[in-house]
């Protein structure tokens, strides 16, 4: 990624807020989400634990089939993937 810069920037108490709830609810740090959103995407919140809860039952339940794995993985990438910006 080579080196890193440093920037400085000015948030009125409100903007501050915010900033602190959006990435308190997506579990990122200032940087990340700021960062995530710098290259076009809309961070989600984070799931509850029994989502991921739920994840391991249904991918540790037995068997399978190839079309179950792909709703699994579909449902875990709409749940916590980023949204692009457009």
Do not use: C, H, W
């Not at 990122?28 to 959103?37: C, F, I, W």
């Amino acid at each position: 990624m080579g080196k890193t810069k440093t920037l400085t920037i000015r948030l009125s108490p409100e903007d501050m807020a915010l900033l602190k709830s959006y990435t308190a609810k997506t579990r990122l740090s200032q940087s990340a989400y700021l960062r995530t959103l710098i290259r076009g995407y809309v961070p989600k919140a984070y799931p509850p634990e029994v989502f991921f809860e739920l994840m391991s039952k249904l991918e540790n339940g037995g068997r399978l089939d190839g079309e179950m794995i792909e709703g699994i993985l579909t449902l875990r990438q709409a749940a916590t993937a980023p949204e692009k910006i457009n």
